[in-house]
């Protein structure tokens, strides 16, 4: 079987402590094209050597002294942090099969060998393995563009504040309740606002100096969480002195869409007695 031009480099490493088993799959290894095929016949090694060489396939003998199969995967399951674990184990035990599957192994080969059948599950499991990395990689590729929009979204906020400070007399911030969280400029003494702390506001509801049915209406698009833009209304002052301001502002909601309050600015066009 020709081997997928992106395979011949994949890493493979053979653990067996037969020699002659390790000499065998060698040079079929060899003679299908693969380039960095390497092996141990000590299965205490395979845990370091993974982490060192993250091999593409682990071709593992199950039935070895001093460790078995069984306790490598154990071993390559809490030491790697790579989830997938690339391995095919070797047996010539059909009861073995379903186990070292349950304990994590991607596939088997029975022993003695058939060539043809050993080169076409390598071949299947490294098209599995590359297909499995290219997917972790466009996870994590798809990872830092969130990361890096996320930034350039907190740039592009910061600067917004900026100039809306800059191009209006205060800008401000309420969360979902109402309450103010952030407050630019002189919004509190211009509306008359009379609170002990930005979350606690304590300007009465009914104070005659607002026009009662512009109240209304801002508060109705605050309520149906529109945007509103140069909204005019007005109030006077304890001694007679009438403010009119135009306020703009929008709703402010998360990544999964939950409202968490307003934010916006105003200016004061005019006063007059």
């Not at 992106?6 to 493979?12: C, F, N, T």
């Not at 095929?37 to 003998?61: F, K, N």
């Not at 809306?164 to 309420?174: C, P, R």
Request: with cysteine; charged share 25%; hydrophobic share 40%.
């Amino acid at each position: 079987m020709m081997v997928a031009p992106h395979l011949p480099d994949a890493r493979i490493l053979i653990v067996d402590d037969q020699d002659a088993n390790v000499q065998l799959l060698q040079r079929m290894l060899d003679q299908a094209g693969y380039t960095q095929v390497s092996s141990t016949m000590d299965p205490t090694e395979v845990g370091a050597l993974h982490r060192e060489h993250a091999y593409d396939l682990i071709l593992l003998d199950l039935q070895m002294p001093a460790m078995d199969g069984f306790q490598v995967m154990a071993v390559l399951r809490t030491s790697n942090s790579d989830p997938y674990l690339p391995v095919i184990v070797l047996t010539a035990q059909p009861g073995h099969k379903l186990r070292a599957l349950q304990s994590g192994a991607r596939d088997f080969i029975s022993k003695p060998f058939d060539l043809v059948e050993v080169r076409t599950r390598i071949h299947n499991m490294l098209e599995v393995r590359l297909l499995y990395r290219q997917l972790a990689e466009h996870s994590q590729q798809l990872e830092r563009a969130v990361r890096e929009r996320t930034a350039e979204l907190a740039e592009s906020e910061a600067r917004y504040r900026s100039l809306t400070e800059l191009a209006s007399d205060w800008y401000w911030e309420q969360d979902a309740a109402g309450n103010f969280t952030k407050v630019s400029g002189p919004v509190l003494e211009m509306l008359g606002l009379r609170v002990g702390g930005l979350a606690d506001e304590a300007a009465p509801a009914n104070d005659p100096g607002w026009n009662e049915a512009e109240r209304v209406a801002l508060r109705t698009a605050v309520a149906a969480r529109q945007p509103f833009l140069d909204y005019a209304f007005s109030r006077s002052d304890a001694s007679g002195l009438r403010h009119q301001y135009r306020v703009s502002g929008e709703p402010m909601f998360t990544q999964a869409c939950r409202f968490i309050g307003y934010r916006g600015i105003g200016v004061e066009i005019f006063d007059h007695v």
